[in-house]
């Protein structure tokens, strides 16, 4: 999370320009868990953008993983071919749950860069972040590392008992991860996306 990063102040002009219907919410990341359990997919606009390869949860698209069917509709959406498959966000905590050996490769999982064999749990309870393979390349996620992302993880999980997440990169397919407000609002709007949350902030789709 070494890359740019904009005022609260800045984030509320830039919604406000946009007409889109918001509300500022204290406790965003409960209701967004809340969004995600009944199949919303919410956007995720939030400090500092991540700087490296992947998406990890500062400008992320999160959806539950449960949909098995959602690498076609949801790369429809996002104008990105159907053989690019989705990656988890996972509570750390969990990864024994999920994964069949994760032993040396902790520091790398948290940059969503290694694959690993999934468990027989995350087949059933995952298939949307399952690679045909029986593998998956998560982002293994501790509060200190994301407090905000991994709160919206430890309130799904209270409401499904699935600690895991479908986590890919915000933005529309051959552009850049969104960098500005304005950039998340106009990717946000021309994804037919859900919710977009900017902080504190939930934007509602027209």
Not at 128 to 133: F, G, Q
Not at 189 to 194: A, E, I, P
Request: proline share 5%; aromatic share 10%; net charge neutral.
């Amino acid at each position: 999370y070494l890359g740019t990063e904009f005022s609260e102040s800045e984030v509320k002009e830039s919604i406000d320009r946009s007409g889109l219907a918001y509300k500022r919410i204290n406790d965003i990341e409960k209701e967004i868990a809340e969004l995600l359990s009944k199949e919303k997919i919410v956007a995720i606009y939030n400090g500092r953008m991540e700087f490296g390869p992947r998406a990890l949860g500062n400008r992320s698209i999160l959806y539950k993983p449960t949909d098995r069917t959602v690498n076609d509709w949801l790369n429809v959406r996002l104008k990105r071919s159907e053989f690019m498959p989705f990656a988890p966000i996972i509570i750390k905590g969990e990864s024994n749950k999920c994964f069949l050996d994760t032993n040396g490769a902790d520091h790398t999982a948290q940059f969503m860069t290694i694959t690993f064999n999934c468990t027989e749990w995350m087949n059933k309870n995952c298939p949307a972040v399952v690679h045909v393979d029986g593998t998956a390349r998560p982002q293994l996620l501790t509060e200190s590392m994301n407090p905000y992302c991994f709160k919206i993880l430890c309130e799904f999980e209270k409401l499904t008992r699935i600690p895991v997440l479908v986590n890919t990169s915000f933005n529309i397919h051959e552009e850049p991860i969104v960098s500005t407000p304005d950039d998340a609002i106009r990717a946000f709007t021309q994804s037919n996306l859900d919710y977009l949350a900017m902080g504190k902030y939930l934007v509602t789709s027209k």
